[in-house]
């Protein structure tokens, strides 16, 4: 929480950033290429293995572990466009659906959206 309150402090907050932040992810990116959008800002779901402390970029699930005889269905999907969002709902649904002992009409699921992608 540190961190961030330091990224946030105007003339050093982005240099820290670039520093310890930005170049993990494009190790050769220029300092002056890091600009913030204007009026653009929002939170984003990271997923951070803690035992090597590295990000997981790219789209992943969580391991469903049952806590008190529920499985928890939870992923990070990569894409800010929502380019995959209904292929990765589409999976949920159908892990879902099964768990419960529930129907999905996958029939009439790819009559209306289509065939989708292997996500």
């Known amino acids: 929480m540190l961190k961030n309150i330091a990224y ?5 907050g982005r240099r820290l950033f670039w520093k310890y932040e930005a170049r993990k992810i494009v190790p050769s990116i ?3 290429d890091l600009k ?5 800002g929002g939170v984003r779901t990271v997923g951070i293995n803690k035992r090597t402390r590295e990000l997981k970029l790219g789209e992943f ?3 469903e572990v049952p806590k008190d005889g529920v499985n928890v269905c939870a992923n990070m999907a990569p894409s800010p466009g929502a380019s995959g969002s209904l292929g990765i709902a589409y999976k949920n649904v159908v892990k879902i659906t ?3 002992g529930l129907d999905f009409d ?3 699921f790819r009559k209306v959206f289509g065939t989708l992608p292997v996500v």
């Open 98 to 100: 099964r768990a419960l």
């Open 8 to 12: 946030s402090l105007p003339f050093v």
């Open 106 to 108: 996958d029939e009439k």
């Open 36 to 40: 913030p959008a204007p009026e653009f």
């Open 61 to 63: 699930t969580l391991p």
């Open 30 to 32: 220029p300092y002056a």
